[in-house]
Each structure stands twice: as C-alpha cells, then as structure tokens.
C-alpha cells in the first residue's frame, strides 16, 4: 500500500470522463488500498480515482469510520436537499457553498465484484454525490453558489458565529 500524487484542480485528468472497470484484478485492488491510503494521509472522507490520475470508475469515501468501495457506481435515487460549504483534496484550502442531495441511494460493485446498495444521508450522501462527479469530471467549484473562500477564513467565520 502506499500513498499516490492527488491531481489538482487544472489538471486535465480532473475534466474526463472515467472508464468502467470491466474487471476486479489484483492492479484494481491495489489501487484501491492506495486510494485509502492517500485519502486517509491527506485528511480526507472521500477520493475518486481520477484525482490520482486513474481514470476508471472506483470511489472511496470513509466519512465516520466505515469505509466504503464504490466500483462502477450509478445513482438510483436522491431527496431532499442540504446545502453547506465543500471542499476538496483537489482544490486544497479552499472552500465554497453546494446544495446537494439530503438523501442518495447508489447501487456499485466491491471488491469481490457483488453488486450492493448503499443509502446515505447528510455527510454520506454529500460525499458520494461529489466523488460520483468527479468519475464524469465534474468538480465542486462547477456547482459553488457564491465564492470560493480559503479555509482559513471559513474557519475564523465559523469561530466567530460560536
């Protein structure tokens, strides 16, 4: 296992649209392993393989310390709707306002090649509406209402209304 280079935003790798996996090998497990790595070593809940410059349909995503593999992923159902600050391994220290789905319902394939569903709300489903663009090389920044702030200012904003 090891950590892999996150691609940033500009790059062209970031704009395409990913490739399915067609099949689960040992190349495909170890890049996701190394997706993990890389997610966990940059403080991350979520990285989709093309912000490591693989362009193939594999999300990762761990945001309360269950993870989960998302192989070939399609979105079946969504609800609601939240909207709060995102950011992205790919657009480091940076944030801006998004409105996504309160509630996602993804069918995906794991690493044994089982095909399941995943519900989720809130932080889950934010993460796996954004990972999911980013295998059809859509980014945060697309969708941002307003500006695009440093985190270093978000954080003296959210100090400030505590």
């Known amino acids: 296992m090891a950590t892999r280079e996150i691609r940033t935003l500009g790059e062209d790798c970031l704009r395409k649209t990913c490739k399915e996996v067609k ?8 890049l996701v392993d190394d997706m993990f790595d890389t997610m966990y070593e940059a403080n991350g809940v979520g ?12 999300v990762v ?3 309360d310390g269950t993870p989960y593999v998302l192989i ?23 944030s801006g306002i998004v409105a996504r789905p309160n509630y996602v ?3 995906a394939m794991d690493l044994d090649g ?3 569903i995943l519900e989720g709300e809130e932080l889950l489903a934010r993460a ?8 059809d090389g859509v980014m945060y920044v697309d969708k941002v209402d307003g500006d695009i702030i440093d985190n270093e200012v978000l954080a003296e904003m959210m100090a400030e209304e505590e």
């Open 47 to 58: 990285l989709a393989a093309p912000q490591i410059g693989i362009l193939k349909r594999i």
């Open 72 to 94: 070939n992923p399609k979105i079946l159902e969504v609800s609601g709707e939240q909207v709060g600050y995102e950011g992205c391994l790919s657009v480091p220290g940076k």
């Open 105 to 107: 319902k993804v069918e």
């Open 128 to 135: 796996i509406c954004h990972e999911c663009d980013h295998l």
């Open 23 to 30: 099949e689960i090998n040992d190349r495909i497990i170890t």
């Open 61 to 63: 995503i761990d945001t």
């Open 114 to 116: 089982e095909t399941f």
